[in-house]
């Protein structure tokens, strides 16, 4: 189980990064956000993988480690305001720089 | 105590002209004046307890872990140096109420001065290396201040760059040298490592920490060959030249080759490396100092003569050598400090500096003509006045030296050099300004000064001929206090004017015949060395450090060539080596605990996330169906967060990935629906090795952890979180509780975000597409009637979950995140069915404040816990019971909850709602046609009603 829980968080995060090296900014920030989803799996199994034991008292002894589940609720929250500042800055650049590229030169490569 | 107000006083002056500037210059000088004037008598009242043998020391704790205590001393050498500081302050004060001109922002002038008085009593009085740092790092930039106060003026800025590049550039060799020798003491007080010179001279690192320490002592002291930027500095006001760059700065460098004499000198290394860069520096000076013409640049470089002078005695080190360099020092300072202030007056009242236009001004100026021969006999070492004093006794010590061995008659051979040229520049100096006559006129018509501008002046040259004329009782006290505290041991000395005759007199006699024959004929010496073409020091210094920015910026143009692209390629290259080396050091990777088994229902999950992974990456060039990939990702992410019971998790993920996909495909809406094919086939292959290799090192590192029994501090979280939290959800208490401050910050950073993206939309102009990427019309369905009459229904009932979700998260899962994430969906489904001018009519409210208030509204539930005296952010509950409801819980965790729901609902409008409304106020009203409407319904907001 965790040896493909691991190959899973490894293929998200390839993906992730190889999209992160495109030139254009909308597949960019779909990069970033798979990015994300993998550094989120990652953090989160580093509690250990629980089943059937939410870290809510008195229903039984087996906790799930409730430390990494509140630092990533709040990583998904961040990363949400994230996604949404980078996809809102690659519109205005291009609104301003007149193509989607992500150095952002004026030139119009379209 | 008071060695804390003394090393304070200046510092806390600094504030006082800034706030008396306003009320006149006489009055902004004179309470300038009082702080300086305190500590000055504070460090007079401290003399007797010196004389007693007292060791005054103030010491307290500041940053123990960097070894850095606030620690003062008050020992002999401060003292001198205090005086010095203090009172050549106190009296440039007063020269530059007069010196600066009506208009100029005196407030400002007299504030740098002293922050750099303060700096530098902070260096003298010291008791801790990191805290001298620290002063020393201040005195470099409160010089570049004065040095730039005219910063109108580019020879100004220039000079005050090269200064700060040079004396920082030391400074950082000298924090490197301190840290060193810190560590081989062990202990950064000053006692301490005094105490240590025996280890320290010991130890192998040595060579290394003695090089880092004179480099900044060289570069503070103007030592060859790091003297160029002190002629340069010239270009700052007088006063400034007089303090800094006769008594104090650079003198600095002297100072910490002083103090810490005890623990670094002792060696050959030592000797031979200080008394030759001091000679040299010292005949290089002399040297130019004869070949220039302008008033204060013969100054500067008589100052780094004789600094180079006073670096050959510390160089020579025996006891009585010095004696004599603290003893020139204090000279030094007097005669030097006095012949700048008149250099000022020259130039004040003249309009020039220039040696060419000077001349005859004996006439016009005779009292100052009086008194800068005198200071410049005491610079030329004539006897009866200070200067003669000490130069005897350098005479005498570099007689007496065996430093260069062989050699050592190039010593006072070398000496009787400087002194003759030391003679001639001086005798130049006076002849040329006040008796020869001039060759042009001055700007200005010549006259006396205010007598209290000349004030300075005068008392200088009073204490230059009572030290000369009585220096046993003058001077002997203080050198007394001053050289027990360098060499450690009481000195038994006496001075005296005569010697009888001997050979340091003989050496001066000659100094004085072949000086003067010199000044006689210096013409023809001019003419001849006017042949070779000079080198400008600031040329050179500009041209290096234009060179230095343009190898930078091929190297970065190498790099990374201004490309988003390479440079994240080199980010996830130093990822992947970092990894790499974690990976390499794990024998067996996996661990004791092994892996757990597995079932279909995972293999699919794991199949359907990888399938979606790999599809959104493979479809990127085609942007809706990449995006649509990516949803598979986000809804099978959580549902691996419900299979592995994190039900929180789960629900956040779920309603993250329904508000991110609506924010997606807005935007992409406005962005092209393509990727071009750009990329080489190679840059692709290298772009999937690089990903590839780095997925795999994550992997494998994910696969290490998971498979190892690791030690948690969650069963704190779990064990406390009724008893201590009072709820039984442990991850919302932890997170409006046990790490409220980390959701605090959170949250913040949340409403930023939303801040920033609706400044970002601000004024925002976009290409509006009116078909698809295949070129087909969007839909003319404007609202689809089946979901405009769903999402009536479904608003109360989406509204009641949130507020279901909220009140229970405490105990089960839910909480204010996902509270508000639901209401944010809820309300953007009205948005998406109804259109934006529908929805705002309704909701008729801006976001902003919503966001702002929910995190006021946490902060104030953090702050609350104050007035019960507890720490912030502690919670509080109780349970209450009220009839028909029964027993229920309160707890001010929900009031802060509800400050996380109110920002996550704010934020998230501000966001959507804000990039909705874009589409229809900006609305190119040209293009308005038929196919516009749709293309705007299609995209879930509508037009203006017109």
Redesign the interface.
């Known amino acids: ?27 960019v ?3 970033l ?2 990015l994300s ?2 550094v ?3 953090l ?15 229903e039984g002894t087996n ?5 990494p ?2 630092l ?3 990583a ?10 980078v ?6 650049a ?2 301003e720089v007149g193509n ?1 590229h ?2 952002g ?1 004026k030139e119009d ?2 | 105590m008071t060695l804390l107000w003394i090393a304070l006083l200046p510092l806390l002056g600094v504030l006082v002209p800034a706030l008396t500037a306003q009320r006149g210059r006489s009055f902004c000088s004179l309470a300038t004046a009082v702080l300086p004037a305190t500590a000055l008598v504070m460090t007079l009242l401290n003399v007797p307890a010196l004389l007693d043998g007292e060791q005054l020391r103030f010491s307290v704790t500041w940053m123990p872990e960097l070894a850095l205590d606030l620690a003062f001393r008050l020992d002999g050498l401060s003292l001198l140096f205090n005086l010095l500081i203090l009172g050549i302050g106190l009296l440039i004060i007063l020269y530059a109420h007069y010196y600066l001109a009506k208009d100029e922002p005196f407030g400002r002038f007299y504030a740098f001065l002293m922050l750099f008085m303060a700096s530098m009593v902070g260096i003298s009085m010291s008791d801790n290396l990191i805290l001298l740092w620290l002063f020393w790092e201040l005195t470099s930039l409160s010089s570049f201040l004065l040095i730039g106060y005219w910063s109108y003026r580019s020879d100004a800025r220039k000079g005050a760059r090269m200064a700060l590049t040079v004396t920082g550039a030391g400074g950082l060799a000298l924090l490197a040298g301190l840290l060193l020798l810190g560590d081989m003491a062990g202990s950064f007080n000053m006692g301490d490592v005094l105490a240590s010179g025996d280890v320290i001279l010991a130890d192998p690192r040595y060579p290394l920490m003695l090089g880092l320490v004179l480099l900044g002592a060289f570069t503070k002291s103007a030592q060859f060959p790091f003297h160029f930027w002190l002629p340069h500095a010239m270009a700052a006001p007088t006063p400034v030249s007089a303090y800094l760059h006769s008594a104090t700065m650079v003198k600095a460098g002297i100072f910490l080759m002083a103090r810490l004499h005890p623990a670094i000198a002792g060696s050959e290394l030592w000797s031979v490396v200080v008394s030759l860069v001091g000679i040299v520096t010292m005949l290089y000076g002399a040297w130019f100092a004869l070949m220039k013409t302008d008033l204060k640049g013969i100054l500067a470089f008589s100052t780094v003569s004789h600094l180079g002078l006073i670096t050959v005695l510390l160089g020579i080190g025996s006891p009585m050598a010095i004696l004599a360099a603290l003893f020139h020092i204090l000279n030094h300072a007097t005669f030097k400090a006095a012949l700048f202030m008149s250099a000022g007056i020259i130039d004040h009242e003249t309009g020039t500096r220039e040696l060419k236009q000077l001349g005859g001004l004996k006439k016009a100026m005779p009292v100052t003509a009086l008194l800068t021969t005198l200071a410049a006999a005491a610079m030329a070492g004539v006897p009866l006045f200070n200067g003669f004093l000490s130069k005897e006794m350098f005479f005498t010590e570099s007689l007496a030296t065996p430093v260069l061995g062989g050699v050592s008659w190039l010593l006072p051979a070398l000496a009787t050099l400087g002194g003759i040229l030391s003679v001639a520049y001086s005798l130049r100096l006076v002849h040329a300004v006040f008796f020869k006559p001039a060759r042009e006129e001055p700007p200005k018509t010549p006259h006396e000064p205010p007598h209290l501008m000349r004030l300075p002046v005068e008392i200088l040259v009073v204490l230059c001929v009572v030290v000369g004329l009585f220096p046993a009782f003058m001077a002997t006290g203080l050198l007394e206090l001053a050289s027990e505290a360098v060499i450690g041991s009481p000195l038994d000395f006496h001075l005296a004017i005569w010697h009888g005759v001997n050979l340091p007199l003989i050496m001066s006699l000659l100094a004085f015949v072949v000086g003067i024959a010199l000044y006689w004929r210096h013409g023809n010496v001019r003419r001849f060395t006017q042949q070779f073409a000079g080198i400008d020091a600031r040329r050179v210094f500009e041209r290096i450090l234009i060179s230095i920015g343009y190898r930078s910026e091929q190297l970065i143009a190498a790099l990374e060539g201004n490309s988003l692209q390479r440079y994240v390629g080199w980010l996830w290259l130093a990822a992947l080596v970092m990894g790499g080396i974690g990976l390499v050091q794990i024998t067996d990777l996996t661990g004791a605990a092994g892996n757990q088994p597995l079932d279909g229902i995972l293999i699919l999950g794991a199949v359907m996330l990888m399938f979606g992974g790999v599809a959104t990456a493979a479809t990127h060039r085609y942007r809706l169906i990449s995006l649509l990939m990516l949803s598979v990702v986000g809804l099978f992410v959580a549902l691996t967060f419900a299979r592995f019971s994190a039900p929180d998790l789960a629900l956040t993920q779920l309603s993250v990935e329904v508000v991110t996909m609506i924010l997606l495909m807005l935007a992409l809406f406005f962005l092209p629906q393509k990727t071009p094919r750009e990329s080489s086939p190679l840059r692709n292959v290298r772009d999937m090795l690089l990903a590839g290799t780095l997925g795999l090192v994550i992997a494998s590192l994910n696969y290490a952890v998971m498979t190892r029994d690791t030690l948690s501090i969650s069963s704190f979280f779990v064990e406390n979180s009724k008893p201590g939290g009072g709820g039984y959800n442990v991850v919302n208490v932890i997170l409006v509780d046990f790490r409220g401050f980390d959701t605090l910050g959170e949250i913040t950073v949340l409403a930023i975000a939303g801040l920033a993206i609706f400044k970002l939309l601000n004024r925002l102009r976009l290409f509006m597409p009116h078909s698809d990427g295949e070129g087909r019309v969007w839909s003319p369905d404007r609202y689809p009637a089946v979901l405009t009459s769903i999402s009536m229904t479904l608003l109360p009932l989406a509204l009641l979950v949130s507020a279901f979700i909220f009140l229970r998260g405490h105990n089960q899962p839910g909480g204010g995140f996902i509270a508000g994430l639901i209401t944010a969906v809820a309300l953007i489904l009205l948005y998406m069915a109804r259109g934006v001018a529908w929805a705002q009519e309704r909701l008729d409210f801006p976001f902003q404040p919503v966001a702002v208030i929910g995190v006021a509204v946490a902060t104030l539930t953090g702050l609350g816990s104050w007035l019960f005296g507890h720490p912030f952010l502690t919670s509080a509950f109780g349970y209450f019971s009220l009839p028909l409801i029964g027993t229920f819980e309160l707890a001010t965790a929900l009031l802060f909850d509800l400050g996380v729901y109110l920002a996550v609902v704010g934020a998230t409008l501000m966001i959507l709602a804000n990039l909705g409304k874009v589409t229809t106020a900006h609305r190119p009203v040209t293009e308005t046609s038929g196919k516009d409407t749709d293309a705007a319904a299609a995209t879930s907001s509508a037009k203006e009603p017109r």
């Open positions: 189980m965790e040896l493909l829980y691991a190959m899973t968080t490894g293929v998200l995060t390839a993906c992730g990064l190889y999209l992160t090296l495109r030139g254009r900014t909308f597949p920030v779909v990069g956000t798979l989803y993998a989120n799996l990652f989160f199994s580093m509690g250990g993988l629980t089943t059937d034991g939410p870290a809510i008292v008195s906790y799930a480690d409730p430390l589940q509140a990533v609720l709040t998904i929250v961040i990363g949400f305001a994230m996604t949404a500042f996809v809102i800055l690659a519109m205005r291009r609104s989607d992500v150095d030169k490569r379209e």
